[in-house]
């Protein structure tokens, strides 16, 4: 699924108002993780926190036409990308959520899917893209390793 470049902007402004209620610029004191609950009958964005409070909500219409069977897996791709650009522009680095917190996509009953994104700044998160060909290079390094 290719989202358009208005849908994006509405993803990034859902986000952006989630943060919004944790960037005073203040000392970090607050201990959660940020929810995103896109749904697929409904069209529907909800952010949450740990609390279950909805920090902000919108509907991208994109959603609601979409017929594959992968709709959790193409959301997860892009909103890990937008997530990816607010932290390299530093959009990240000013709330007031103690690090190490995690953005999570969850479903409709609010179970985890995925962890999109954790924020932190000693530990990097493992996904598949990582991950990919990472047997054939150790494979190589010890075959070398032990041919010496």
């Excluded at 959603?63 to 607010?86: A, H, K, M, N, V």
């Excluded at 893209?129 to 990472?134: A, P, W, Y």
Aim: glycine share 4%; aromatic share 6%.
């Amino acid at each position: 699924m290719k989202l358009s470049q208005q849908s994006q902007s509405l993803i990034e402004s859902a986000i952006r108002k989630a943060l919004g209620k944790y960037s005073c610029g203040c000392e970090q004191t607050i201990v959660t993780d940020i929810h995103l609950q896109p749904s697929p009958n409904t069209g529907e964005l909800r952010v949450f926190d740990d609390g279950d409070k909805e920090l902000s909500f919108v509907t991208i219409e994109e959603w609601l036409t979409y017929e594959g069977d992968d709709f959790y897996e193409c959301i997860e791709r892009q909103l890990r990308l937008i997530l990816s650009q607010l932290k390299e522009n530093g959009e990240l680095d000013k709330l007031t959520i103690i690090k190490p917190y995690s953005f999570v996509l969850v479903d409709d009953d609010k179970e985890t899917i995925s962890d999109l994104l954790l924020v932190d700044d000693d530990t990097l998160l493992l996904n598949s893209e990582l991950l990919e060909g990472l047997d054939e290079e150790l494979d190589s390094f010890l075959k070398e390793l032990l041919e010496k």
